[in-house]
């Protein structure tokens, strides 16, 4: 719903990372777009300097992934989403409650997505 609300579709390119649960790349697929994927860093997370390097005139969205209740690098990754005019997707189904700056993850995308799974907002690790 995330990509449908953008826009996204045919000939797109979403830039997701590697390091994730498979629906934040069947979505891509579903809309018929193209999932580009990103090296994680030491800390799991997508990496920066990856994200910049897989930017193409096709790409339309980044969706960054808040793992195992720790935050992406959000507030660096909106910074190339502006700077490329692409669209942002946080997908923080694993990150219910997580802070940065003392705003919840969520706040800092076009649009965000959460999960309401048993094992998201009951346990910790995925949740
Ligand atoms: C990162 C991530 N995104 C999306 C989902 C999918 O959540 P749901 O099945 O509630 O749509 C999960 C569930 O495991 C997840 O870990």
């Given at each position: 719903m995330a990509l449908l609300a953008l826009g996204i579709g045919e000939n797109d390119e979403v830039i997701v990372p590697t390091?994730?649960?498979?629906a934040s790349v069947n979505c891509i697929k579903y809309v018929g777009a193209t999932p580009v994927f990103v090296d994680s860093d030491l800390n799991w997370q997508a990496s920066i300097s990856d994200i910049e390097k897989k930017i193409?005139?096709?790409?339309k969205a980044i969706i960054v992934v808040h793992l195992y209740v720790f935050a992406a690098h959000i507030k660096e990754i909106r910074e190339i989403a502006n700077k490329y005019n692409i669209s942002l997707i946080e997908d923080c189904a694993e990150a219910i409650g997580t802070k940065v700056d003392e705003k919840h993850v969520?706040?800092?995308?076009?649009v965000s997505t959460f999960s309401f799974y048993g094992n998201k907002t009951i346990t910790t690790g995925e949740g």
């Amino acid at each position: 719903m995330a990509l449908l609300a953008l826009g996204i579709g045919e000939n797109d390119e979403v830039i997701v990372p590697t390091l994730t649960y498979i629906a934040s790349v069947n979505c891509i697929k579903y809309v018929g777009a193209t999932p580009v994927f990103v090296d994680s860093d030491l800390n799991w997370q997508a990496s920066i300097s990856d994200i910049e390097k897989k930017i193409t005139k096709n790409t339309k969205a980044i969706i960054v992934v808040h793992l195992y209740v720790f935050a992406a690098h959000i507030k660096e990754i909106r910074e190339i989403a502006n700077k490329y005019n692409i669209s942002l997707i946080e997908d923080c189904a694993e990150a219910i409650g997580t802070k940065v700056d003392e705003k919840h993850v969520g706040n800092f995308s076009d649009v965000s997505t959460f999960s309401f799974y048993g094992n998201k907002t009951i346990t910790t690790g995925e949740g």
